[in-house]
């Protein structure tokens, strides 16, 4: 228990950089799995084609193997900028890999709340002259993402624990934390893992009390 | 830095040489000086080493990824290093050989505590720098190795970083979880970039996205001598590691074995051997053999 | 309704609004439409019958493309129906269609379901746009619902403002697609009467339906379909007095039976 107090800064400063990447990484997932999903449900094949390949590829590819591609690709490419010490070139390469393969679940979630909304919906868009873009962004979508809230909640839930792999390209997380803690308390692990679980959980909960509000509130507006 | 500069082309040479003779079926027996196993052992009844003499196997947490130390290579069946030629002749005392009585075990630095207190592995030799609070949970004899922390850069920032005062907010990398990587951090606040291995560090050193990797000076010198005009190890140590045989807490008959086992080694120069054989050829000189600590 | 005319003379030749030209529609091997001919001219009020299968919902549907042909032509106030597209999403703004399913947007209120159409198809004023939904919504007798969703209203309410909905993008001619079909017995009346009250303002109207009752009093004209053809054509007098084909006097006797 000790352990846990004496080391609390550091165990903070883990859990903060997991909640930056995790938002960063959650907020491109959302942005790119929504592109995605218009892909996957646009009227041009070849739209669709490009969404398919996208998510057959990433969704099937370990996380590590793509943290690791990306950690190995942009210096290769000559890219290896950072925006301080702290937004470190580990860091935003590992926000942009984990965005990349959440993106993949969120479209699926987003499909799946996509097919839960009544093909009579899209329609009625339709026949009052919307075109495909003004059909989804006022009409699908936003039943859409309710309906998704609760695939999406997992999706975030994974994406919050997975944010531990970025340290296999060197951020500091709090898996970083832990690890250290590991080598320097030999006597205290059980504790130190336990410290960590609550950390973890702490996370989880939020997400899901996140969702489970926003559900409340679009079973209001029924 | 001249001198180091001088004993990495050394080295170079040296690797040139090991690596001319790994083609053929004698680069086996090459790789470490013979180790004298007794075949008449006697041990106090209902001792660990007796129980292990009778079984005639024993188990050893080894590290697989620190060149000169403990390290396998691709492909290969048995791991080398100056960890794996202690722990050789250890087993020798025991009057096991090497010839498949030895299972070596990959441990890594978060689960040698684990293996031992579980009973999975009998011994550790994996460059296990002991520690009081190590010591509070597993028994530690020896050090049969003391090195020091020492810090590798990019040829061109030789003049800029020369010693651990100069690591403030830099990218430092080492492997994740270990003592090198902590000491950078808490004590000279170093920017920790955390890696799975210490290849992986080197290749971020190459690739600019970090500046200095940090570790025990011998497994340093050894990547600089792989890329002599690349990069450069700079200072003298900072940090006092002294590696020492890991086993169940407790067990001081042991503990006094494997002293007495390591103290004989030092004594007739199969420690000098062993060491020769491995971290020397990094160009290392032979050091005097450490001082043992007590079993209590 | 800007447009008011009189119902009682449509004029057929010179100004057809709707006009389908050698048709065909096939669902796989199923061919739901057969070498389809039809004109639907400013103003009529042409109300189509048949069994079910027949093809009428199809033949209503593609008439703003929800279902695409596959040979011959349609024209829509003299255009040809465009590819999916903008320029089609600009032609459908004018058709209004009504679901058998009422279809209303179930995330938005009653007043921004009949407010979306124009405000994002027409980019039309906020404030101008909820006046005329309001007098909308006053005309179909559902004012009082405008701040509800659409699950809080009953059948009859919801086709109401389904209909409110369409009428609001100022449409020259509305589609029924059997808009009482889903509804409970006592909630038809309701919307048939605004049905009725449209047809007289003048809006041209294709309606499938199975109410003979509408037919009677709201159509000029009356299409009885089967198995994916135009089998009759005829005034509403003629077709439920003296039906000529024996498909349409099956029909009729089973449906009117009761």
Known sequence: MQVLIDNFGLILDGFVKTLWLLLFAGLIALVLGTLLVALRVSPVAVMRAVGTSYINVVRNTPLLLIVYLFGALFPVLGYTASISSYIDYSFITATIALGMYAAAFVCEALRAGINSIPVGQAEAARSLGMTFGQSMSTVILPQAFRAAIPPLASTYIALAKNTSVALAIGVTEAAFAMKKLNNEYATGRSWIFFGFAVGYILIVWAIAAFAHGLERQAGKAR | MRFLRTQALATGAVLALVLSACGDDTAKEDAGPSVEVKDDTQFPEGSTMAKLADAGKVTIGVKVDQPGLGFLEPGAEAPEGFDIEMARIVAGALGIEDDGSIEWKETISDNREPFLEGGKVDLVFASYSITDERRQVVGQAGPYYVTGQQLLVREEDKEKITGPDDLKGVKVCSVEGSTSLATVQDEYGASPSPRGTYSECVEELKQKTVDVVTTDGSILLGYAAEAPDELEVVGKPFSEERYGVGYELGDTELCQFISDTLKASMEDGTWAEAFEATLGKSGVETPEPPALDECL | ?258
């Open chain 3, 1 to 258: 309704m800007s447009d008011v005319q009189t119902r009682d003379s449509p004029d057929r030749t010179d100004s057809n609004l709707v006009s389908l030209r050698q048709v065909d529609k096939w669902f796989g091997d199923l061919h739901v439409l057969q070498d389809i001919n039809l004109d639907i001219a400013r103003g009529e009020v042409v109300v189509v019958i048949g069994p079910s299968g027949s093809g009428k919902s199809t033949l209503c549907r593609t008439i703003n493309r929800l279902e695409p042909i596959d040979k011959g032509e349609i024209t829509l106030d003299g255009q040809p129906l465009p590819q999916e597209g903008k320029e089609l999403a600009r032609l459908r703004a004018e058709v209004g269609m009504v679901f058998q399913s009422f279809n209303l947007f179930a995330h938005k209120t009653v007043l921004d379901n009949v407010m979306l159409g124009p405000t994002k198809v027409r980019k039309r004023g906020a404030s101008e746009v909820k006046q005329q939904a309001m007098q909308l919504l006053e005309r179909v007798g559902v004012e009082a619902q405008a701040n509800k969703y659409p699950a809080q209203l009953s059948g009859g309410q919801q086709q109401r403002v389904a209909i409110a909905r369409a009428l609001a993008m100022q449409p020259k001619v509305m589609l029924f697609d059997e808009p009482t079909s889903a509804l409970d017995p006592e909630m038809i009346a309701e919307v048939l009467d605004v049905m009725v009250g449209l047809a007289r303002d003048g809006m041209t109207m294709v309606v499938v339906t199975h109410e003979m009752g509408f037919a009677r009093t709201a159509a000029n004209r009356v299409i009885f379909m089967d198995e994916g053809k135009i089998v009759e054509e005829e005034t509403p007098e003629e077709f439920f007095t003296n039906p000529k084909s024996d498909r349409a006097k099956d029909f009729l006797g089973k449906i009117l039976k009761h």
